[in-house]
Nanobody, 123 residues
Framework: QVQLVESGGGLVQAGGSLRLSCAAS????????RGWFRQASGKQREFVAA????????YYADSMKGRFTISRDTAKNTVYLQMNSLKSEDTAVYYC????????????????WGQGTQVTVSS
């Protein structure tokens, strides 16, 4: 079993920054991509960013481009999401996930999920 554990969420004022971490442990799993999704109250889970494990390409949802940065520490098997210029509409539970699929933009293609971490942006 693969475990993904997020950390780093919290309360921040609009315009502020947070860095989320997602540490993987457990059995070896060859993920094609590690991704971040978020789910605001009453809304569907949406794609935030993805890191293609071999090659290092990164992809973002349009509304996050220029504000969010996904990165990794291979030695720690950890993925990060640096979030800058946060807005109230960024308030959500943020989940990290891992997928063996090339369809990394689709939540249903992810096999392993973390428990989520709450990010609240006050205006």
């Amino acid at each position: 079993q693969v475990q993904l554990v997020e950390s780093g969420g919290g309360l921040v004022q609009a315009g502020g920054s947070l860095r989320l971490s997602c540490a993987a442990s457990g059995r070896t799993f060859s993920a094609y991509a590690r991704g971040w999704f978020r789910q605001a109250s009453g809304k569907q889970r949406e794609f935030v960013a993805a890191f293609i494990w071999s090659g290092g390409s990164t992809y973002y949802a349009d509304s996050m481009k220029g504000r969010f940065t996904i990165s990794r520490d291979t030695a720690k098997n950890t993925v990060y999401l640096q979030m800058n210029s946060l807005k109230s509409e960024d308030t959500a539970v943020y989940y990290c996930a891992a997928t063996p699929s090339v369809l990394w933009r689709l939540a249903e293609m992810y096999r392993y999920w973390g428990q989520g971490t709450q990010v609240t942006v006050s205006s």
